[in-house]
């Protein structure tokens, strides 16, 4: 196995690690205005409160994933990074927006007692984990089904050209994978009605989530070249991505969220390996001619680059993963619908 | 529109935006973890609310600096396609290093801090924010180990059709490292020391909570004088390595028209508006000479002949940028220093002693000379990049070359107002709120004044 693969196979697990990350948070965050419905306006609040505590100490962590991935790719496949943020131009401007207002929601919503000011940020939150769930999802969808790509590496479609039915499939299958694997998060890590209500949720949103996958798994064999690369053969991933998202449903029926959250997670993950696995060894598939496909070679960086990468890799990953983990394990305790110990 | 301007006026009003955030992170990150580290060693409540009272500025700040970076990681790939495929093997490094090592540290022991209070012992507590104000400081460095790189290209060889990495400990040793990242984290201290040392002074004039702020003020004093007298120092150096690695900088911040030996320093110099003429100038025989070597002979290039040898170097083109933009805020930059200078030895001359109250006129000053680092910093920078100018990499890429040819003028044009709106609407709600947490103080509300029993002493102050 070459360094190409390898930083072709950490990209991959730096979005990956993004996804299941960030996936429950956006999924939270589109989960304020949801599950806080009260009579009493200061329950509401309140109850907002409760939410955003939920993921506070953790979504800026979780967002640096992203932003990692973004650097591997620019490190370590130049052109790929080149290609592709060029070409997705106006979808990442609208990625950056939302981000952006969500990050500054996060810390500036609680600082105000002014009603009207929380609600502008509360929805922030909500479009600012709506629209990247949405964005991304549709951008996967694209990367996997292929994309107009000139002999010069360079992106010749539009805006418009990437909102195709298989991309926004995609994109949908993500945002609602996103807001079960949130809501089945937050029934872990909060308590009373709150929790129920997550719950509650959490197993009537797991059938319109299996059918939209299953829709997204049928057509991946239309709109990509999934036959031709990976075989008719499903294979251990897609089979695995299966068991895991019927067994989220079964842990929900049974009570136990814990499971169900695992099986989310194992979900999220198998489904973008397959992702990356069909777009191996290539990053950016053309839809024009496969011979203008970026490739793991053609993109990449050289072999010193790619070496001096790993070392640092190797060093600081593990590092990364042992301090995020002990900032879980810190905040493993639910947090109490209650004023006292709210801390945004 | 010509989308190169657009795309150039994007990445400056973002850049410049960002930058308004991040000097105040490097430097009240430090400070807050020095407050906090004086709560866990002295005990004392004081210094918990002290803690708690910056920390807040600090987090609304952080939070602008966080969103605003994300844009910058991205818009090299998305305005500047052509200059990340040139640059990226060597370019890219740094940038996934510094999110791997320095903003993934930050970021999630920030949240650790935030929400931690009660979760952590005191002294744990401490030892996270010093990580976070180390993580964020870190994250300069290898920013700037990659800006060096545009400013003096080392460790590399032209080799398909691109900059590759040949050498990275040659890319983590360049010189522009040497001089960028003291002058640049030292003014951060020095933002946070004069920010502090303001929101002191105006709670010091209501008579708030004195001993809170005027230990405030003493610890921000310390900081300050030692940080800006050694960001000057370095600035001066900084000079010599410019008119070493790039003379026409230099000779524009100068507006050096003709070679001079001994130069002569400007102290007033008005060009005509194409940029290319001086119509009027005052300046001081020998001092350019002096910053420039330590001596007062000693020949320093002019635009004109620095023109024509670059057009022998590098092929006929227009090598000279623009000479009023660079001219002025080299002034501004120095200027607001040398005001800092003064100012940071006054504070520590009245922290010493007991002048807080004496002299509510001079704490006033204090507060609007909140402002003169974030114009440093700003003017700086745009110095430093501006003055680059014709190149996106010195000698090796113009800034046209580095271009996406893909992105078009009207969705350029549609980012540039969209970021410009959203940052300008988001200046808006911080400036706000730090107004707010600044003037409601360390308890939230305004608290009496209290006897003036005895004033803290500047040094181990732990009664």
Not at chain 1, 326 to 340: A, G, N, Q
Not at chain 2, 116 to 138: P, Q, R, T, Y
Not at chain 2, 437 to 463: E, H, N
Request: with cysteine.
């Amino acid at each position: 196995m070459d360094l190409n693969i390898i930083w072709f196979m950490l990209v991959a697990v730096l979005y990956i690690g993004f996804f299941v990350l960030e996936g429950f948070d956006f999924g939270v965050g589109m989960l304020v205005p949801v599950l806080s419905k009260d009579k009493d306006p200061q329950m509401v609040d309140l109850k907002r409160r409760t939410i955003i505590n939920t993921i506070g100490p953790h979504w800026d962590g979780n967002e640096v994933w992203l932003l990692t991935a973004g650097g591997a790719t620019f490190a370590a496949f130049p052109h790929w990074y080149a290609t592709m943020f060029s070409g997705f131009y106006v979808a990442l401007f609208l990625l950056l927006l939302a981000l952006i207002l969500r990050g500054v929601a996060f810390e500036f919503r609680s600082k105000d007692e002014n009603p009207r000011w929380r609600n502008f940020w509360d929805w922030s939150i909500f479009l600012g984990s709506l629209l990247p769930a949405l964005l991304l999802g549709v951008a996967f969808g694209n990367l996997a089904r292929g994309v107009p790509i000139d002999q010069n590496m360079q992106y010749a479609g539009t805006f418009f050209d990437l909102l195709n039915p298989y991309a926004l499939l995609a994109g949908l299958t993500l945002v609602i994978g996103c807001v079960l694997y949130g809501a089945i998060f937050l029934s872990l890590k909060t308590t009373g009605e709150l929790r129920e209500k997550a719950s509650a949720l959490a197993r009537k949103l797991w059938l319109p989530t299996l059918v939209v996958m299953l829709a997204l798994m049928t057509t991946t064999y239309y709109a990509t070249d999934i036959l031709s690369s990976l075989g008719v053969n499903p294979g251990a991933v897609r089979v695995t991505g299966l068991a895991a998202i019927l067994l989220v449903g079964y842990f929900l029926r049974k009570g136990r969220e814990g499971w169900a959250f695992i099986m989310m997670a194992v979900t999220i993950t198998t489904t973008l390996i397959t992702a990356f696995m069909i777009m191996f060894p290539r990053v950016m598939i053309s839809s024009l001619n496969a011979d203008w496909s970026l490739t793991i070679y053609n993109a990449s960086s050289s072999p010193y680059t790619l070496k001096v990468m790993s070392i640092v890799a190797l060093i600081f990953v593990p590092i990364v993963l042992a301090y995020q983990g002990w900032s879980y394990w810190v905040f493993r305790k639910r947090i109490e619908t209650k004023p006292e110990g709210l801390t945004y | 529109m010509d989308p190169i301007l657009l795309a150039r006026l994007q990445f400056g009003v973002t850049t410049v935006y960002h930058y308004f955030f991040v000097p105040l992170t490097l430097g009240l990150s430090v400070l807050v973890a020095i407050m906090e580290t004086l709560y866990v060693r002295t005990g004392q409540d004081m210094y918990k609310r002290m803690t708690k009272f910056w920390g807040k500025l600090f987090l609304i700040n952080f939070a602008m600096g966080v969103v605003t970076g994300i844009v910058q990681e991205f818009q090299f790939g998305m305005n500047w396609s052509e200059y990340s495929r040139f640059v990226g093997d060597i370019f890219g490094a740094p940038l996934a290093i510094e999110a791997l090592m320095a903003f993934f540290l930050e970021s999630t022991l920030l949240g650790v801090w935030i929400f931690g209070w009660d979760k952590l012992s005191k002294g744990l507590h401490a030892v996270v924010m010093w990580l976070v104000a180390i993580g964020s400081n870190l994250s300069a460095l290898w920013i700037l180990i990659a800006n060096s790189f545009m400013q003096e290209p080392v460790g590399y060889v032209l080799r398909n059709g691109r900059a590759e990495m040949n050498d990275f400990f040659a890319l983590l040793l360049n010189p522009s490292v040497g001089v960028q990242v003291p002058h640049t984290i030292l003014a951060g201290f020095t933002t946070g020391a004069f920010f502090v040392m303001g929101i002191s002074a105006y709670h010091l004039i209501h008579k708030h909570d004195l001993p809170l702020y005027r230990k405030s003020f003493q610890i921000a004093a310390i900081v300050g004088m030692i940080s800006i007298v050694m960001v000057s120092l370095n600035g001066h150096t900084q000079t010599q390595h410019m008119v070493e690695t790039q003379p026409m900088k230099m000779a524009a911040a100068e507006a050096l028209w003709e070679t001079e030996n001994p130069a002569s320093f400007s102290l007033l110099t008005i060009g005509d508006l194409s940029q290319t003429r001086e119509i009027f100038s005052i300046r001081l025989p020998g001092v350019l000479s002096l910053l420039a070597y330590n001596q007062l002979t000693g020949e320093v290039h002019g635009i004109y002949d620095l023109q024509e040898e670059f057009q022998q170097t590098y092929g006929p083109g227009n090598y000279i940028p623009p000479v009023a933009v660079i001219y002025w805020t080299f002034r501004f930059m120095v200027g607001a220093g040398m005001a800092m200078v003064a100012l940071a030895l006054y504070a520590l001359f009245m922290a010493m002693g007991d002048m807080f109250e004496t002299n509510p006129k001079v704490l006033r000053l204090f507060i609007i000379a909140i402002a003169l680092p974030y114009i440093a910093n700003a003017s700086g920078w745009i110095m430093t990049e501006m003055g680059r100018d014709p190149w996106v990499v010195y000698g090796l890429m113009k800034i046209e070359d580095g271009i996406s040819p893909v992105v078009s003028s009207g969705q350029a044009l549609l980012s540039l107002i969209g970021f410009t709106a959203l940052y300008g609407a988001l200046m808006v709600a911080t400036i706000y709120l730090l107004g707010k947490y600044a003037k409601a103080g360390s308890t939230g509300t305004v608290v009496p004044s209290l006897p003036d029993d005895q004033m803290p002493s500047l040094v181990g102050a732990q009664d």
